[in-house]
DNA sequence: ACACGTCGGTTGTATTTACAACAAAGGAGA
DNA sequence: TCTCCTTTGTTGTAAATACAACCGACGTGT
């Protein structure tokens, strides 16, 4: 589709190339697309990764699930962000988790290979985009890091204002959405999701915020 | 000293590049060393970071601290290893977090800009130090997701069985020492310390582990 | 209107944790 | 050897959490 190519073009990893020269490098990469269905592994755990995830349509939760079907969810891949790619640069990396579309997703992939390795003449762009790759390979560090912030506080309470307040600020206002619902948001901060919910509520009668279904409002 | 030359030839920055060509690009790449005495600041939150630092010799710590004093550790450096890449590589980036000395160390600074411009002649190894830097920047992702797997576990037993069996496999044996103290490893884990001492004599009767101080061995 | 499934909130109980305070063990230095 | 300090283990209590079970609201499809 035509309206991909401007998702693509947006992305990070296409950050500072223009729409043609985007275009014409997709072409020299050997991109290619592919559709799943909500609920189908895109990525699975174990697998060898050895393209670059981009999602032009739907979302992706990566998760991390073990023996016994306990459910951690990683973080959201939204609409032109990238993923697979901590495991697609290191060579033969074997892939630790799922990555399952919650939405009807469609998904572009970028051989690394060929990202990495300069083409000699057509893409002069070439350059800049292992530039942006190491861009995003750096702010998804500083995603971890910040979701260890939330990880490493001791209560409920505190994950969920660690939390929602980063929201917050990412929104620039006290009111915004979240995409995940309470028992993803539970398996996101790793809580109860009942005691997650009472203490919502709690906060929500001590005044500190205020919030319907997918919608918070910090106070 | 000559022997730093040996750390940085054999980092993961500077792997495949020989040891001559290593030295003359520390040159042309105008890096440089300094020393620190343990407890010093390498980085301080909030900081502008323009350069990549290698521990030569020494560990340093990556710390957060809330305005409460309330620390946790994210993660520890050797020697021969890298840190401060991932905000060096966001155009500046600031750091949001500590990087203490915790033995006197000496660090060698790489400018990120002079690494990542490509100079057009002498340093034909120039696009080999792009991708280590790529992969170490992977690598590291993948460290800050295998802690974060420690961190999503719901008990202090739970933590620490996590954090001990991947030491455990790194090593490649049972028995193996852990670089951190009691109080280190709960601010590492984010529990309290007397109930992670706690749980550790416990799985020690139980028969789970035995350990001596820093020595540690899984049965 | 009805059954059905999903989602969010509520409650009670057993377990686990944090916190504080103290005791014991070991090392460094006088 | 003695003292001081750091590290580690121990204990009791209050607080927080996990877990399970249940209820009500809402939406969908028949």
């Given amino acids: 589709m035509e309206n ?6 947006k992305s990070k990893l296409f950050k500072g190339i223009g ?3 985007t275009a014409s490098m997709l072409k020299c990469l050997g991109a290619y697309r592919r ?7 895109v990525f699975r755990n174990g697998e060898r990764i050895t393209a670059v995830a981009l999602l ?5 939760h990566i998760r991390k699930e073990d023996y016994w079907g306990n459910l951690s969810i990683l973080h959201e891949i939204s609409a032109g962000e990238v993923f697979g790619e901590t495991y697609a640069c290191l060579d033969g990396g074997e892939m630790l988790n799922n990555a399952v579309a919650v939405k009807n997703s469609r998904v ?4 690394v ?3 990495l390795t300069t083409c000699s003449s057509a893409c002069q762009f070439h350059g800049k985009l292992i530039q942006n790759l190491l861009s ?3 702010q998804k560090n500083k995603l971890l890091t910040r979701k260890l912030e939330h990880m490493s506080r001791r209560t409920t309470r505190e994950k969920l204002l660690s939390y929602l307040s980063e929201q917050s600020l990412r929104e620039g206002r006290s009111s915004f959405e979240i995409s995940f619902n309470r028992q993803q948001l539970a398996d996101f901060l790793s809580v109860d999701r009942s005691a997650m919910s009472n203490e919502l509520c709690k ?4 005044g500190i915020l205020k919030f319907d279904r997918n919608h918070f409002e910090l106070l």
Avoid: P
Avoid at 4 to 9: F, Q, S
Avoid at 108 to 111: E, G, N, Q, R, T
């Fill in 19 to 21: 729409e043609q020269d």
């Fill in 4 to 9: 991909d190519l401007r998702v693509v073009e």
């Fill in 35 to 41: 559709s799943y269905r909500k609920g189908d592994c």
């Fill in 108 to 111: 572009l992939f970028l051989d």
């Fill in 56 to 60: 032009l349509e739907g979302a992706v």
């Fill in 136 to 138: 995003v390979l750096a």
């Fill in 113 to 115: 290979k060929r990202v």
């Fill in 203 to 206: 906060m929500r009668d001590e």
